[in-house]
């Protein structure tokens, strides 16, 4: 087109082309903004056919090696984004209809210099998709997992957790919040559900977190129903002195301030600190926050308790974040393994003798969480397990392993409520 203006639909879609290649480049995904995208239907529209596209990836995968049998053309800029967005919609989302999947698709890789020759092959494959739009929609959700992650899993977890884990993939996470006071008054205001302790679960919502009841007067945080197991074991006394290790963005802070707690929380990047920071003025709690290196940092006092979120390979978060499914291999999760020795080796420094430490991960591998313990108490002189028990954590019963620890994955419901949680490990350890 000569002309400046975009026709209708267009600009959503380019945006959300433009977003879907740097998470096919290997990016992490991040919903588009308002700042990115002023109008809302605009913005809906363009994170739903991006969130689509990597949710049914896998499938996506298995109907591009039947439309495209010379694949994707080399160093042709947008065009497979835009092609998988297309599928997505085609597929996926009929009720937005064909005729605009095909006719947008063309038109968004004619405005790229790098795509605008293959308009032939687009328009085709789309046709072609569209043809076999019912038989791909019946693709066996089996696709929807990386053949080694299900394998993997399935040994791991059992058959029908990983059957689980593909709902849960297509569903998506329910919005859960962890209140400062679970009144049912509280609760009726928000038209949530009660999990466990202090959480509880929006299953829909029809506007931002930031309208919610009881945001601005920061009455709760957001935090998964998994992510808040952790700090409701440290088991310390009010007024012990306690490190949060790994602290942004502050929800696990935000728990031990609540439990009476001392608190110091720390993170290396000064971006999330300030994140940190800003989330703990809305509630109008108090810690002191320090930006250090989890792996070296040397206290002026060790603490009575050390909560360890350690980074990790997050495939625990693949209902909010589904690329990780496809971002991650064996030497990603190796690499983080390696890390997470230095900072338990170094949380445990920081721990006074008779202390408790915490360790977690929002991962599903053994590596970074069973085999992590096993080597944490047999370098570390002094450290012993301090199992968890299934009073601790009421509702969850299924997550507590024989050993004493907690596993959490996507296939069990918090209290029975329907909607699963994040794949966490959770291990409680004390110094002797």
Not at 104 to 111: C, G, H, P, Q
Not at 132 to 155: I, Q, V
Not at 252 to 267: E, F, H, N
Request: hydrophobic share 45%.
């Amino acid at each position: 087109m000569t002309s400046g203006k975009l026709p209708a639909g267009l600009a959503p879609r380019l945006a959300a082309a433009e977003r879907l290649r740097t998470v096919l480049g290997g990016e992490p995904f991040t919903p588009l903004s308002e700042a990115e995208i002023a109008d809302g239907r605009d913005r809906a529209l363009a994170n739903k056919l991006a969130t689509t596209a990597l949710r049914r990836h896998g499938q996506i995968d298995f109907i591009l090696s039947e439309l495209l049998e010379r694949g994707i053309p080399k160093k042709s800029g947008t065009f497979e984004a835009v092609l998988r967005l297309s599928i997505a919609q085609l597929v996926y989302l009929p009720d937005l209809g064909a005729h605009s999947a095909v006719h947008l698709a063309v038109e968004a890789i004619k405005r790229d210099r790098k795509a605008g020759h293959l308009t032939g092959l687009m328009n085709a494959a789309l046709r072609r998709a569209q043809s076999h739009a019912a038989r791909y929609w019946s693709l066996p959700e089996s696709l929807l997992l990386p053949a080694d992650a299900s394998r993997r899993w399935s040994s791991t977890y059992g058959e029908s957790a990983v059957t689980r884990f593909t709902e849960a993939l297509i569903a998506g996470a329910p919005l859960d919040l962890t209140l400062k006071d679970p009144t049912p008054e509280r609760i009726e205001a928000l038209g949530a559900t009660p999990l466990i302790a202090d959480s509880v679960r929006l299953a829909e919502r029809d506007r931002p977190v930031e309208a919610l009841s009881g945001y601005a007067e920061g009455e709760w945080w957001v935090q998964d129903a998994a992510s808040a197991v952790p700090a409701r074991l440290m088991g310390l006394k009010p007024g012990a002195h306690v490190l949060d290790l790994c602290a942004a963005p502050g929800g696990k802070t935000a728990q031990l301030v609540k439990a009476g707690y001392r608190v110091t929380a720390l993170d290396a990047d000064p971006a999330r600190v300030r994140r940190l920071q800003a989330n703990l003025d809305r509630l109008d709690y108090k810690a002191e926050i320090v930006t250090a290196d989890a792996g070296t940092y040397s206290p002026p006092a060790l603490f009575e308790g050390v909560l360890l979120d350690a980074p990790c390979s997050a495939t625990g978060t693949f209902r909010r974040h589904p690329e990780v499914l496809w971002h991650r291999t064996a030497r990603d999760v190796a690499g983080r393994a390696n890390l997470q020795r230095g900072f338990l080796t170094n949380a445990f420094r920081c721990l006074k003798p008779g202390g408790t430490l915490v360790y977690c991960v929002c991962s599903l591998e053994p590596e970074e969480g069973e085999a992590q313990v096993a080597w944490a108490l047999d370098t570390l002189s002094g450290l012993e397990l301090a199992p968890i028990g299934v009073e601790e954590i009421l509702g969850l019963e299924a997550g507590i392993t024989p050993e004493g620890f907690v596993r959490l994955h996507p296939g069990i419901d918090p209290a029975g409520v329907a909607g699963g949680m994040d794949g966490f490990f959770v291990a409680r350890l004390r110094r002797r």
